[in-house]
């Protein structure tokens, strides 16, 4: 029951009505209303633990009125964990209300890394194809569900071939003298939508003295799941990929997406051990910081031609890891790289939200555009694959041709440069 969960159990109670919460939720940004700002959702979870309201499709859509973000439980002063609460509310309320489509996609297929990459493999092949065209042509994408039909565009051309399908094995050698052992989480989206990133991390990583591991059974990290009420699931993935992990034998668990990162941190991680080797999470490190904090890396061989590069800040590392200068001080090291600030905000992604909730992602990704827009910048700098996606969607449709890329592919590039 959703009132025996601990963090609605426990920190619910400590709410003292603030307000602080709205002063910063990118949501409550754009409506000025009480029932869509953060504290709202605390009310809202708070009726349902209570019996006053029940799970319902009204309560099911209340509740998806958030990114999760996190910048409410990071400013909270009473130490709310808000997204966590509403988390739970989720998973409680869709076990009250069993969805087949929701199983298909979140338990059977994103589950599977066989039947993901089949199903992306299938969207590949309708672009190439150009099904989408057609159908969008004829109508047929308004036929889609929610509102899919009109966020159906905002995956670009799917790249022929996945990450896994390019590295050369499971377990690559360090260069030079082996310094780490390292566990590389290969994302879903890295893996599938973006391989380069993977490729330059794995290059990087190699460059610096890491024996790289990418264990072939790793699963989806969870995020999409518990973002879609699947908490269940979310918590069985958890636990089998920490087993896996637990077995690698690694100094470090590393990845380049911020959203895999946080997960692999979240309680979900931190509550199940594998044969009694527990704390995997504590080996957890986004890219950017086992590249400044354990490697210490303070300089880059080589160069990129002079870049003007703008920064986004992905809500999953500055507002759940707390992490801000390492990316930024790896971009400066890079020669050739200028670095113009943004000011921080949520670019309106977060995962699915932007296919289940297109209008009012766009409105706050039109705010991260804007701001773009008047740095000049030539590229922008961002660590998370699904940032990537979404930046690239809004500055395609404002009609700025500028390049989205992970850090690491500047700093890749500045690499190969000495070899040419």
Not at 165 to 182: D, E, F, M, S
Request: aromatic share 4%.
């Amino acid at each position: 029951m959703l009132n025996q969960v601990p963090v609605v159990r426990e920190q619910i109670k400590k709410c003292v009505r603030c307000g602080q919460c709205r002063s910063v939720c990118p949501i409550f940004a754009e409506f000025k209303t009480e029932n869509m700002s953060p504290r709202g959702q605390v009310f809202l979870v708070q009726m349902l633990r209570d019996g006053e309201i029940q799970p319902s499709d009204k309560v099911a859509a209340k509740l998806s009125d958030c990114l999760l973000c996190e910048t409410c439980s990071s400013s909270c002063p009473s130490g709310i964990q808000v997204h966590e609460m509403i988390q739970a509310a989720r998973t409680y309320v869709a076990s009250q209300r069993p969805s087949f489509t929701r199983k298909l996609i979140f338990d059977t297929v994103w589950s599977s890394p066989v039947l993901l990459r089949r199903t992306v493999g299938l969207i590949r092949l309708s672009q190439r194809l150009g099904l989408q065209t057609i159908a969008r042509t004829f109508g047929l994408t308004k036929l889609l569900p929610g509102d899919l039909s009109k966020a159906e565009g905002i995956l670009s051309s799917i790249p022929r071939r996945g990450a896994r399908q390019q590295l050369p094995a499971l377990t690559i050698p360090a260069r030079g003298t082996r310094k780490y052992r390292v566990a590389y989480f290969l994302g879903c989206a890295t893996d599938l939508l973006h391989p380069e990133v993977a490729l330059a991390t794995v290059e990087v990583l190699t460059c610096n003295g890491c024996e790289v591991v990418i264990p072939s059974s790793l699963k989806c990290c969870g995020m999409p799941q518990v973002a879609n009420g699947e908490g269940t699931v979310a918590q069985e993935l958890a636990r089998h990929n920490n087993c896996v992990l637990a077995n690698a034998s690694v100094d470090a668990v590393v990845s380049d997406c911020a959203s895999c990162t946080s997960a692999l941190k979240s309680p979900r991680y931190q509550e199940v051990e594998c044969g009694g080797q527990a704390e995997i999470y504590k080996k957890v490190y986004d890219l950017n910081v086992f590249l400044v904090d354990c490697l210490k890396l303070d300089s880059v061989p080589g160069s990129i031609p002079k870049t003007v590069v703008t920064y986004h800040d992905p809500c999953h590392l500055v507002k759940a890891q707390k992490v801000k200068t390492q990316p930024r001080k790896l971009l400066r090291m890079i020669p050739g790289v200028e670095l113009k600030e943004i000011p921080e905000r949520c670019c309106g992604g977060s995962g699915t939200f932007a296919l289940t909730h297109y209008d009012l992602s766009m409105k706050i990704l039109n705010h991260k555009v804007e701001a773009i827009a008047k740095t000049n910048a030539d590229l922008v700098a961002t660590a998370c694959p699904s940032c990537i996606i979404q930046l690239e969607y809004g500055l395609r449709q404002n009609g700025l041709g500028m390049k989205v890329l992970h850090p690491v592919q500047l700093l890749s590039q500045a690499y190969q440069s000495l070899d040419k």
